[in-house]
Structures are given as C-alpha cells and as structure tokens.
C-alpha cells in the first residue's frame, strides 16, 4: 500500500508531465498562419494555370479542407484547449510541410515545368 507522501509524488509527476505535453497557442499561431497563407498562394497558382487544371482544382479544394479545419481550431481554441498538446503541434507542423508541398507540385504541374525539363532530358 503507498503511503500519502508517495501518493502525493505520484500524482505531482503525472501534474508535471502532463503540463508539458499542452503548448501554448502562441505555439500554434504561426503554424496556423502558415497553412493559410499557403492556400492563399495555392488559390493565385490554380487562377493562373495553363496546364492540368482539373488536378490543381481538386488539390485546391483539399488544401481548402484542412485549412477550414485549422482556421476553426483558431477560431474556438478556448473551446479546444485539450487539443494544443505537443502531439497535435507536431502534426500541424507535418500538416504545414504537405501543404507546402501541394503548393509546389501545383506549381509545376501548372505551368508544365516539369514536362518541359522531361522533354529537354530526352
């Protein structure tokens, strides 16, 4: 049986522990701007496609997906305050660099890039 010092370690470590795993928003805020203003320059690269529309429309409209869910997060964090742990931060930033990299493909699709280096190379 534990005794009330033990008892009370215990339970000041787990207080400890877990107040590490919540970050603070501060935290969150620049990762949340980043995924907005990436679909920002995604919707100006899909108005000025040349080339595959339809695939850079479509990949638009998920980049819109997670960056409606990201704004709401921002938007009702005194609501959702268990979901800024470090767990959550470091998906966000995963989240961050596939938008990213959306935005590059779009890029190049877009504008035949890459079709133009594979023509060269040949």
């Not at 215990?10 to 207080?15: H, I, R, V």
């Not at 501060?26 to 690269?45: C, H, Q, S, T, Y």
């Not at 960056?67 to 998906?91: C, D, G, H, S």
């Not at 190049?108 to 594979?118: A, R, T």
Request: positive net charge; charged residues 30%; aromatic residues 10%.
């Amino acid at each position: 049986m534990e005794d009330n010092g033990s008892k009370k370690n215990s339970f000041t470590e787990n207080l400890v522990d877990s107040a590490f795993m919540f970050v603070q928003f501060a935290k969150f805020l620049p990762l949340i701007n980043d995924v907005g203003n990436f679909f920002n320059e995604i919707i100006e690269l899909v108005e000025a496609a040349e080339h595959n529309k339809r695939t850079c429309v479509m990949l638009k409209q998920r980049v819109r997906i997670a960056e409606l869910a990201v704004r709401e997060l921002r938007e009702k964090r005194k609501e959702r305050k268990e979901f800024f742990n470090k767990t959550n931060y470091i998906r966000l930033q995963e989240l961050s660099g596939i938008i990213t990299r959306i935005k590059n493909f779009i890029s190049e699709i877009s504008q035949m890039k890459s079709l133009i280096k594979h023509i060269k190379a040949k």
